[in-house]
């Protein structure tokens, strides 16, 4: 008898701890452990001394110091990681003038903040920049072993009564075009069209011999998506099938399974930036938006369906994380690039009454948006 029959509800598969806290933590370890290592090696790179190394926050569990100083460790709280640099006020990078004064000869050639803005901002920008390669990797990956599933941009099926219906699309037509984007298979369609619900497009598609222009507005519609989530999709009302889809599977070379897998991820970028500008003015469902609790049941679902599922959820995430980490706000680090493109236009620092009232906001701005999600996650949904 082992420990999983003696304590099912703890060790099992379908347990809370394996089947959901374990994926979670792994998922998210491996995201903030390559935006941080990001953070290091370009830091590092450019001269910069680094105090800490830490995956998640709060007091340390375990850790060791390398020879050069740097502590590396893991905390207690498993939704984050920061790299302290020498110089640093806090794990956000905060410049610490008095503890500048107090540094050393040797100490003050690495620290941070004295070194020029463009090792900063390159230090900086290197988290996020990790984020997407990582998914690009990913993405590369599974594209060489597996390839894609693709079907021709066919019309089989028009529904009665759709934004399709009702724009003139006929059985039989071919898309070329959306909003001006030449398509090559129908999930080219669908993806120019799920993210826009209530937008006119404008549509090419290829009527016999004659390319016919259309207007279509996308309508909302739930649907399940590959984790048993149920999301919220723009739609026009067009059905492929497989007799003029004739699906087939696309194999890729390694250097074509790389130029995918950079296009897939500057989709992923495109996409959610859209996300944030439509949310932002009310055309979004708040409850697409999920924090860490949706994260571990997404990473449960995902570790069910098998390893290569939670691989590519982890792209995903990442892509995201270093999307959202570029937004311009304090202490993320597209705030700190903002003021250190204002350093190097005005030629000095920013005074530190400045820095410190947009920290303020900028802090209160991501724990407002932090305690959403998370209201979200338990209440709001």
């Not at 620092?349 to 410190?356: A, F, G, K, N, R």
């Not at 303020?360 to 998370?374: A, E, H, Q, S």
């Amino acid at each position: 008898m082992n420990l999983s029959e003696i304590f099912p509800s703890v060790l099992g598969a379908d347990s809370l701890l394996v089947g959901t806290l374990l994926p979670f933590l792994f998922v998210l370890t491996i995201v903030v452990f390559v935006h941080e290592m990001g953070h290091y090696l370009v830091g590092r790179w450019c001269g910069i001394g680094v105090k800490a190394f830490s995956i998640g926050f709060g007091p340390e569990l375990f850790g060791f110091e390398d020879r050069h100083g740097t502590r590396w460790k893991l905390s207690a709280i498993p939704l984050g990681g920061y790299v302290k640099f020498v110089g640093d006020m806090s794990a956000t990078s905060a410049p610490d003038s008095q503890g500048i004064e107090q540094l050393t000869d040797a100490e003050r050639k690495v620290a941070f903040h004295t070194q020029p803005v463009w090792k900063r901002a390159l230090t900086v920008f290197a988290g996020p920049a990790f984020n997407f390669l990582l998914t690009i990797a990913v993405f590369a990956v599974m594209f060489s072993v597996y390839g894609r599933y693709v079907s021709e941009p066919m019309v089989a099926e028009v529904r009665a009564g759709s934004p399709a219906a009702a724009a003139g699309f006929q059985p039989g037509d071919r898309f070329v075009s959306v909003d001006g984007r030449r398509v090559e298979t129908f999930a080219d369609v669908q993806r120019l069209v799920s993210g826009r619900a209530g937008d006119p497009i404008a549509f090419v598609v290829l009527r016999g011999d004659e390319e016919v222009s259309l207007t279509a507005t996308p309508e909302v519609m739930e649907q399940p998506d590959a984790l048993g989530n149920t999301i919220k999709v723009g739609v026009i009302g067009v059905v492929n099938n497989e007799e003029l889809g004739q699906p087939r599977q696309i194999t890729y070379s390694v250097p074509a399974a790389l130029g995918q897998a950079v296009y897939e991820t500057g989709y992923i970028i495109l996409r959610t930036g859209q996300f944030l500008q439509r949310f932002a003015v009310g055309r979004e469902d708040k409850c697409q938006l999920g924090g860490p609790v949706k994260i571990a049941d997404m990473s449960g679902k995902a570790a069910k369906l098998g390893f290569e599922w939670l691989v590519q959820l982890i792209a995903m995430l990442s892509v995201g994380i270093g999307f959202l980490n570029l937004l311009p706000i304090p202490p993320l680090d597209g705030g700190h690039l903002v003021f250190y493109g204002v350093e190097a236009v005005i030629r000095r620092p920013m005074s530190e009454q400045v820095l410190e009232l947009f920290y303020r906001v900028g802090m209160l701005l991501v724990l407002g948006f932090m305690g959403f999600v998370i209201w979200n996650d338990l209440f709001g949904c």
